[in-house]
């Protein structure tokens, strides 16, 4: 059982529309990151959220925090092409000494 | 920037070669990871390290070993490659005090 739970786990859409990413546990955590992963290359860091009902913008990406702290969104505007790729979110957990990684959702934005 | 670089992209090796994979990060960081990555198990932590010649066992340590001899580098050893080693390797580095990790490009492992 994954500590971090993320849905869906493929997202295959269309450019131009709108889409959201889950990443769930019933644990609860300090901090909790979102990274996207290209094929053949590593994890790259998009946000850090640390306070229970936070909302970071990055551009189109919107990132929310549960009020518990014990889930996240992503939500992406008018998904792109370069929007493909994989996403995982990556948690500290209050009582734990590691970041723990869910297992990633796969993004295809079509043109 | 923290730059962090793995010795080889895509490496070929033979059930029973010792295999070396190598990770150097230019940002001085204590904390540096090894991950694998396979399909539908996501990143699995093998060894951690938070100082020079110190290591930590992850959640798979079995078939692997580490050394860290100098501050930017670890690397991660496979004594006999075995085919369920075939996987992505991706290293990982992480500042004092934060959570955030910073990932090399990874090291695609075919074991034959």
């Known amino acids: 059982t994954q500590l971090l739970e993320q849905s869906p786990q493929f997202l295959s859409i269309q450019e131009g529309e709108n889409l959201t990413v889950y990443c769930n546990s019933s644990?609860?955590?300090?901090?909790l990151q979102w990274y996207r992963q290209e094929p053949g290359e590593g994890p790259v860091l998009l946000v850090t959220?640390?306070?229970?009902?936070e909302v970071k913008k990055l551009k189109r990406l919107t990132f929310q925090f549960g009020d518990a702290r014990k889930d996240s969104s992503l939500h992406i505007t008018a998904a792109q092409p370069g929007d493909t790729g994989l996403y995982l979110c990556?948690?500290?957990?209050?009582?734990?000494?590691?970041?723990?990684f869910g297992e990633g959702t796969q993004l295809t934005v079509n043109p | 920037d923290v730059k962090v670089t793995q010795s080889s992209r895509y490496l070929v090796k033979r059930t029973g070669e010792k295999v070396f994979l190598e990770c150097v990060q230019d940002?001085?960081?204590?904390?540096m990871f090894w991950y694998r990555q396979d399909p539908g198990l996501g990143l699995r932590l093998i060894y951690f390290?938070?100082?020079?010649?110190?290591?930590e066992k992850g959640d798979i340590p079995e078939g692997y070993s580490v050394s860290r001899e100098k501050k930017e580098r670890f690397s991660l050893i496979l004594e006999s490659a075995s085919t369920n080693q075939t996987s992505m390797y991706l290293c990982?580095?992480?500042?004092?005090?934060?959570?955030?990790?910073?990932f090399g490009p990874g090291t695609r492992l075919t074991v034959t």
């Open positions: 959220v640390v306070t229970g009902g």
């Open positions: 390290s938070y100082d020079v010649k110190m290591k």
């Open positions: 940002m001085d960081h204590e904390n």
């Open positions: 644990s609860v955590f300090s901090s």
């Open positions: 990982a580095t992480r500042a004092p005090g934060l959570w955030e990790q910073y």
């Open positions: 990556a948690g500290k957990e209050t009582s734990g000494s590691r970041l723990t």
